[in-house]
């Protein structure tokens, strides 16, 4: 298989490498300080014909093939500039569910990075269950009054909006109960308590209580017991490492721990170096599949899998080459940790692999 760039390939690649020689040292790649301006970071990129790269030009995006995103993603690292906001699984969620009004609405400023998003799923007693979730949406006139509590809110002290799940019908089965609704962040109702990570950053992660925030009834996405729908949409691809892009950082950062040891690597650093290599692989065979026109449903467990083994495993490297006195290289490895967590546990990830994938019996 052939990955060398096309000619227009190459020349988006160059014009790229000359936009960051500019831009990339001007914002952090970590900690507070990146989390509280990656919404101008978003700008900037968009501005500059970088983000949006494979989304629908109607609502502001470029309709290029997804190896556009995988060069944006590898050049980012090389520069060693922020990576490129998440938010793919929010356009392919209200692409796919929304109705043209809501497309046409709410896609163009989640793209352009005019209007911050963040994704209401998870809950203290529904993280890894998601479909055991409690917050509520009740019917009241032209609308609905939400009750309940997220957690694990990623931006959603900066966020506009919020892609929310609640249940709207507690007697149906709880798989057919939840409803998917675009929610105003500001408004009486909503209070932002955010959560200090062990990495000691504070502005990433949070916790939303709604207690009788309201939502019109024409911002449900979808129909009435569509949520649970639109959440398989979203986490589907938000389980891909080749949206994520972090395949790329990965190898990176091993190559950076390599430069420091010389000839003699820990062993945690040659298994690091063998699982990097492995997921650049399985990523491309990914891309290949998409090109193709071949769209993925329970395989994203698989690749979200991939992902935690190799985050962890560079992490471990990383702890052994810089200890713990290396603030950097120590964070990488704490965070690291959250992988297995986050967006599904590892152990429900392999469920789905078991009875989706392989047929067995669960």
Not at 49 to 68: A, C, D, I, K, T
Not at 162 to 172: F, K, M, Q, V
Request: charged fraction near 25%; aromatic fraction near 8%.
């Amino acid at each position: 298989m052939d990955f060398r760039d096309s000619a227009e390939e190459s020349a988006f690649r160059e014009r790229l490498r000359a936009w960051l020689a500019e831009r990339a040292g001007t914002f952090p790649t970590s900690g507070d300080d990146y989390w509280r301006r990656q919404g101008e970071w978003h700008r900037a990129l968009y501005e500059g014909g970088f983000f949006g790269l494979s989304w629908p030009r109607e609502y502001g995006g470029h309709e290029l093939p997804p190896v556009y995103d995988v060069i944006l993603d590898e050049e980012l690292a090389r520069a060693g500039a922020p990576p490129r906001p998440s938010l793919g699984y929010l356009v392919q969620g209200l692409g796919r569910h929304g109705s043209e009004e809501l497309r046409r609405r709410f896609l163009p400023g989640m793209i352009n990075g005019t209007e911050r998003w963040c994704q209401g799923f998870s809950e203290p007693g529904a993280g890894s269950d998601l479909a055991s979730l409690t917050t509520a949406a009740v019917r009241d006139g032209d609308g609905y009054v939400l009750n309940g509590h997220k957690v694990w809110t990623s931006y959603s002290d900066s966020a506009d909006w919020c892609l929310l799940l609640a249940r709207t019908d507690p007697d149906a089965p709880r798989h057919k109960g939840i409803s998917a609704f675009v929610v105003s962040m500001h408004q009486p109702g909503i209070e932002q308590r955010p959560l200090k990570m062990i990495s000691g950053v504070t502005t990433e992660f949070g916790q939303v209580l709604f207690d009788g925030a309201r939502v019109p009834a024409d911002q449900m996405v979808g129909v009435p017991g569509e949520g649970w729908a639109l959440a398989m949409t979203v986490v589907g691809h938000e389980r891909e490492p080749s949206t994520l892009g972090f395949s790329a950082r990965y190898g990176k950062l091993v190559r950076d721990l390599a430069s420091r040891v010389g000839d003699a690597p820990p062993a945690e650093l040659a298994w690091a170096a063998v699982q990097t290599e492995m997921l650049r692989l399985h990523v491309r065979r990914r891309l290949s599949e998409q090109l193709d026109g071949i769209s993925h449903g329970p395989e994203g467990s698989l690749d979200k899998l991939l992902m935690t083994w190799v985050e962890q495993d560079v992490g471990h490297a990383a702890l052994a080459v810089g200890g713990t006195g290396d603030p950097e290289l120590l964070n990488a490895y704490l965070y690291s940790r959250a992988q297995s967590v986050m967006g599904g546990t590892s152990q429900i990830q392999k469920n789905i692999i078991a009875a989706r994938i392989l047929g067995l019996e669960t």
